[in-house]
């Protein structure tokens, strides 16, 4: 079973930068890869809000919101996803989790938080 671990969460001022790290526990080859992040304030049961994707051959995608602060990219030889976040406001406080598949499932990580705040 494949586990993924993110990491490089953390508080961090409006305008700074974080970088998130998404490792799996087993060199794996994953089709298309994703963040997904979910506000403190999200309404119970509410899902995951889609962030950012990158296809196998790398070419990310993103939400309006996060085009051009933030940037996907993939290690496909680490088996690992990352998300370099720049210019981070409050609104994008959240917990931060990586999804992937490979030929046999679907796997999430635990997630991470990042808190924005003065």
């Known amino acids: 079973q494949v586990q993924f671990v993110e990491s490089g969460g953390g508080l961090v001022q409006p305008g700074g930068s974080l970088r998130l790290s998404c490792t799996a526990s087993q060199n794996a080859f994953f089709y298309g890869m994703a963040w997904y992040r979910q506000a403190p304030k999200a309404i119970p049961g509410k899902r995951r809000d889609l962030v950012a994707t990158i296809s196998r051959e790398g070419v990310p995608t993103y939400i309006a919101p996060v085009e051009g602060r933030f940037t996907s990219s993939r290690d496909d030889t680490k088996s690992a996803l990352y998300l370099q976040m720049n210019n981070l406001t409050p609104e994008d406080t959240a917990v931060y989790c990586c999804?992937?598949?490979?030929?046999?499932?679907?796997?999430w990580g635990q997630g991470i938080q990042v808190n924005v705040r003065t």
């Open positions: 999804h992937g598949s490979d030929s046999h499932a679907a796997y």
